[in-house]
């Protein structure tokens, strides 16, 4: 069925440092990928995503590249800021049942001054 | 507002109480979901209305358990007999159609079941 394998975390890094939050997924056929973002006290925000292979989604200065081959998309920003402390979730959905968003279980992030 | 709304934010229960979470989806959003997220957790899925019809229920982890959409807006998950398993965040979320679509989440309602 289908997964979605996140890092474990917490991650913490210094401001401006470099981002990478692994992120792998099993399914059949290409599903489409998603990242969302969770401040403390609030829902899921959308952050980005990408439907078919190779596709990059991006927002914020966040990227992540869909790859078939390595059935990945890890999150990437080149410098991060201490805003951008939040939980990070993983999740796929499709591509023949698109009742149901499945999410990793979340990479914490501390990013400190 | 524009978003997904819920109601109420935060909900204490004694247990066996029953309980009822409102979800306003975004206007004119076909998809609704409902995920529980316990403390530190991913979402887990529960249920999946296309308009009003529940086409996954699936997740619902007991018959205590029960949601609905009668006219294809609001949605009403209903909790009976609640028990302290039940203690987490309930999640609402809604999208513009099926297929592929990203989804838009409210900003939950926490349980306490004590």
Same mark, same amino acid.
């Given at each position: 069925?289908?997964?979605? +394998? @996140?890092? %474990?975390?917490?991650?913490?890094?210094?401001? %401006?440092?470099?981002?990478?939050?692994?992120? /792998?997924? +099993?399914? +059949?056929?290409?599903?489409?990928?998603?990242?969302?973002? @969770?401040?403390?006290?609030?829902?899921? @925000? !959308?952050? !980005?995503?990408?439907?078919?292979?190779?596709?990059?989604?991006?927002?914020?200065?966040? %990227?992540? /590249?869909?790859?078939? #081959?390595?059935?990945?998309?890890?999150? #990437?920003?080149?410098?991060? @800021?201490?805003?951008?402390?939040?939980?990070?979730?993983?999740?796929?959905?499709?591509?023949?049942?698109?009742?149901?968003?499945?999410?990793?279980?979340?990479?914490?992030?501390?990013?400190?001054? | 507002?524009?978003?997904?709304?819920?109601?109420?934010?935060?909900?204490?229960?004694?247990?066996?109480? $029953?309980?009822?979470?409102?979800? $306003? &989806?975004?206007?004119?959003?076909?998809?609704?979901?409902?995920?529980?997220?316990?403390?530190?957790?991913?979402?887990?899925?529960?249920?999946?209305?296309?308009?009003?019809?529940?086409?996954?229920?699936?997740?619902?982890?007991? $018959?205590?358990?029960?949601?609905?959409? &009668?006219?294809?807006?609001?949605?009403?998950?209903?909790?009976?007999?609640?028990?302290?398993? $039940?203690?987490?965040?309930?999640?609402?979320?809604?999208?513009?159609?099926?297929?592929?679509?990203?989804?838009?989440?409210?900003?939950?309602?926490?349980?306490?079941?004590?």
């Amino acid at each position: 069925g289908n997964s979605v +394998t @996140q890092m %474990e975390g917490p991650v913490t890094l210094s401001e %401006e440092a470099f981002l990478t939050i692994n992120c /792998t997924y +099993t399914a +059949t056929g290409y599903p489409s990928l998603f990242w969302y973002v @969770q401040y403390p006290g609030e829902g899921l @925000q !959308l952050l !980005l995503k990408a439907t078919k292979a190779d596709d990059k989604g991006s927002n914020k200065g966040f %990227e992540a /590249t869909y790859r078939k #081959e390595t059935t990945s998309f890890h999150l #990437e920003k080149g410098s991060v @800021q201490v805003s951008d402390s939040a939980v990070y979730f993983c999740a796929l959905r499709g591509p023949y049942n698109f009742n149901k968003f499945y999410f990793g279980s979340g990479t914490k992030l501390n990013v400190k001054p | 507002g524009a978003g997904v709304s819920q109601s109420p934010r935060y909900k204490v229960a004694k247990r066996g109480q $029953d309980v009822a979470l409102r979800c $306003d &989806p975004i206007s004119g959003h076909v998809s609704l979901f409902w995920y529980q997220q316990a403390l530190g957790q991913g979402p887990e899925f529960l249920t999946y209305f296309q308009n009003e019809a529940q086409l996954d229920k699936s997740g619902l982890p007991s $018959d205590r358990f029960f949601a609905e959409r &009668p006219e294809g807006s609001v949605s009403t998950l209903k909790i009976q007999r609640t028990q302290q398993e $039940d203690s987490a965040v309930y999640l609402c979320a809604s999208g513009v159609r099926g297929g592929n679509t990203e989804a838009f989440f409210g900003q939950g309602t926490r349980l306490t079941v004590v």
